[in-house]
């Protein structure tokens, strides 16, 4: 079959931090009276990130998941200051974590990749579906619209959508199920091994890393040269 939709991870594919986390973490700590260096909460995040369960939570009605997933994030902050710093001591964590939250959750704290616009007008002008496929929380929707790119796709899934999380191949079915497409007619494109790429071919669907290409204004020229369909 020809390919016939496009799904997208978000954070690090189709999004990115308008500058370094640590850097934001680094700027905002010091505003509550807390100095760490930027790159050691850099990497602490990194680490408390690649190992954090996944923001999943089957037995909860739709109406809970957004408190359950700032609580979620409350937590992932609590541990990248101690992994950070295990001295360090924040007098209001509750007023530090609202600044941090409050942030990520507007346009500006993020930027489009480079020719993300570009490219979902290009995919879509070829015919293909696209969707993101994401395991981030609720905040992504009012991010994708504000930075323009939420009017340039047809779904998008995350894990209270599918009740499943990548690499889960449920939350790839489910964007899938979404856009109108099988498995071996749609491709999945990410920076992540295991949670994209690897969920991706586990679930039927071609996958991409974007980190092969120059800029993701790349992928409709891929994708229309059949002797480099990704396998």
């Not at 480079?114 to 696209?130: H, I, K, Q, V």
């Not at 499943?164 to 007619?185: H, N, Q, T």
Request: glycine share 6%; aromatic share 6%.
């Amino acid at each position: 079959m020809s390919l016939r939709a496009v799904l997208f991870d978000a954070a690090g594919t189709l999004l990115l931090t308008a500058e370094p986390v640590g850097e934001t973490y680094a700027r905002t700590l010091a505003e509550h009276g807390v100095a760490i260096p930027a790159w050691r909460l850099e990497d602490a995040f990194r680490r408390v990130h690649q190992r954090a369960p996944a923001m999943l939570f089957p037995d909860a009605g739709d109406a809970a998941i957004p408190d359950l997933e700032r609580e979620w994030w409350s937590w992932r902050v609590r541990e990248t200051l101690r992994a950070a710093d295990s001295e360090a001591r924040v007098t209001d964590f509750d007023a530090l974590f609202d600044a941090l939250w409050r942030h990520y959750a507007t346009p500006h704290a993020w930027r489009p990749a480079e020719g993300a616009a570009a490219t979902l007008d290009a995919l879509r002008g070829n015919g293909f579906s696209t969707a993101v496929v994401s395991n981030m929380d609720h905040r992504l929707d009012a991010v994708l619209q504000g930075l323009g790119l939420g009017m340039r796709l047809d779904a998008v899934v995350r894990p209270p959508h599918a009740r499943a999380a990548k690499p889960d191949a449920a939350i790839f079915l489910e964007g899938l199920r979404r856009v109108g497409a099988a498995p071996e007619e749609a491709v999945y494109v990410g920076d992540d091994a295991e949670r994209d790429l690897a969920g991706a071919r586990r679930a039927g669907l071609a996958a991409i890393d974007v980190c092969e290409l120059a800029t993701l204004e790349d992928l409709p020229r891929r994708l229309a040269r059949p002797s480099q369909e990704p396998r």
